[in-house]
């Protein structure tokens, strides 16, 4: 993975290098992900809930051309007819198959070319004297933005069916006797942030919070756990899960996460085209937010609240400030969390002490995305920028947040700060969970 230095303490040359690296290092990561398959599995709708990935090669450059040669750059557009077909609100993915879209060959030409005329505008651009520029933030953003579609793709493949066309080593074993759960005191800290300079609106602007006292798990929930919540009945117990969740329970058939099924009394899963026992070690992965809070519940505890998760992962009783990472200000590194699709799943349950955060808590960046107790609503003092439609749109009670980022995250996508949010249903993202409670309740 590419060091997520500060773009705030770098230099005009070294963070147009910065820029580079990460722009670089993304388009690696789309490419291997698309080089990997056919042009019948790029053109492919592998599901509904997802684009082809032929769709998401050249939205890619589109967005791209967009903000950085358009806006930044002050070009006219390359190829103005295509830009309704990768608008992502304008079809909604179920219907981008029927699309008149790039093929893959030109899809590719058309995302080199844009990415050619982008390093150019990166070496003669100035970082800075207007917001877009500040810190280099439009060409942030974009590099965000291909790595946060790389991982959508690699949701793709989990998706798809044959052989597997991706692989990768697995996490190392890490074994430790730790405390269930963790104390977080009493008092207020500063939720989200008004110094990260690639940090996106809904990131923003920082705030002052006070929490009560809460416990904590130290880990997200593992495999093991989550089949003593089935084998208790979890699934068939009504009382355990809200109303809603509920009826989706029974019209969507949920009896286990999402790719489980049962042989011979042993639970299998199938993970990016591999059929295999499911690890107990692993934390759970493929659940919805409405089995989360059913478990949770079964446990005879909650989810955290979005404030309270990212307390957790960011304060320092010590100095009264909040991180920028749970172990420190410092960039990720291989021994502090698992991200960047270096493995293509979690790595065991109280794995990487260096990523250990004040609290005691390990694993709140990376391996699974965490779903909240939380609604997706604005921070107070909430201005969308640079659109609307990154943030804005979404705001409400229909999408619940996630945190921390999971193994097919990138080091520039995931902080302490970032927000993920989806539909409460959702199974096929990379998300899991773990459970809280007040410190008062035994």
């Excluded at 260096?354 to 808590?361: K, N, Q, R, V, Y």
């Excluded at 945190?403 to 902080?415: D, E, K, Q, S, Y």
């Amino acid at each position: 993975m590419t060091d997520t230095l500060d773009p705030a303490a770098l230099t005009d040359e070294p963070l147009r290098e910065h820029i580079a690296a990460e722009l670089l290092a993304a388009r690696a990561r789309t490419a291997a992900l698309t080089d990997c398959v056919d042009e019948q599995d790029l053109t492919a709708q592998h599901s509904p809930l997802m684009s082809p990935l032929v769709w998401d090669l050249a939205h890619i450059g589109n967005q791209e051309e967009l903000w950085l040669l358009r806006n930044v750059g002050g070009r006219d557009p390359m190829h103005p007819e295509i830009d309704p077909l990768y608008d992502a609100f304008e079809h909604p993915r179920a219907e981008r198959p029927s699309l008149p879209l790039l093929p893959p060959a030109e899809a590719r030409a058309y995302a080199h070319e844009v990415r050619g005329r982008v390093l150019d505008l990166l070496a003669a651009s100035p970082l800075g004297g207007a917001p877009l520029l500040d810190g280099g933030f439009a060409f942030g953003m974009i590099a965000q933005h291909e790595q946060q579609h790389d991982e959508t793709m690699l949701i793709t493949h989990q998706l798809r069916q044959g052989p597997a066309a991706l692989f990768a080593p697995p996490p190392p074993a890490h074994q430790e006797l730790l405390p269930a759960e963790v104390l977080v005191p009493a008092g207020p800290f500063t939720m989200g942030t008004d110094t990260e300079p690639w940090a996106l609106d809904n990131e923003r602007p920082a705030h002052q919070v006070d929490l009560p006292a809460f416990w904590l798990d130290t880990t997200p929930v593992s495999n093991g756990a989550y089949q003593q919540f089935i084998a208790d009945g979890g699934y068939q117990h009504q009382q355990l899960w809200s109303e809603a969740g509920w009826a989706h329970r029974q019209q969507a058939g949920l009896t286990a996460p999402l790719f489980w099924h049962q042989e011979g009394g042993q639970w299998l899963r199938r993970r990016f085209g591999t059929l295999e026992p499911v690890p107990a070690e692993e934390p759970v992965l493929h659940v919805s937010w409405y089995e989360a809070e059913a478990y949770a519940r079964w446990a005879g505890r909650r989810l955290p609240t979005e404030a309270e998760w990212e307390k957790a992962a960011r304060h320092d009783p010590a100095t009264g400030r909040s991180r920028r990472y749970p172990w420190g200000d410092q960039p990720p590194t291989t021994a502090r969390a698992n991200l960047g699709q270096r493995h293509l799943q979690p790595a065991p349950v109280g794995s990487y002490p260096e990523g250990e955060s004040p609290c005691g808590a390990r694993q709140l960046m990376g391996d699974v995305w965490e779903w909240t107790a939380s609604d997706f609503r604005p921070y107070p003092g909430f201005e969308p920028w640079p659109y609307k439609e990154y943030s804005q749109v979404f705001f409400g009670p229909e999408y619940k947040v996630l945190r921390g980022g999971c193994f097919a995250v990138a080091p520039v996508a995931c902080r302490g700060t970032f927000r993920n949010w989806d539909y409460p249903i959702r199974r096929q993202i990379f998300a899991g969970f773990r459970t809280a409670r007040d410190a008062e309740a035994r």
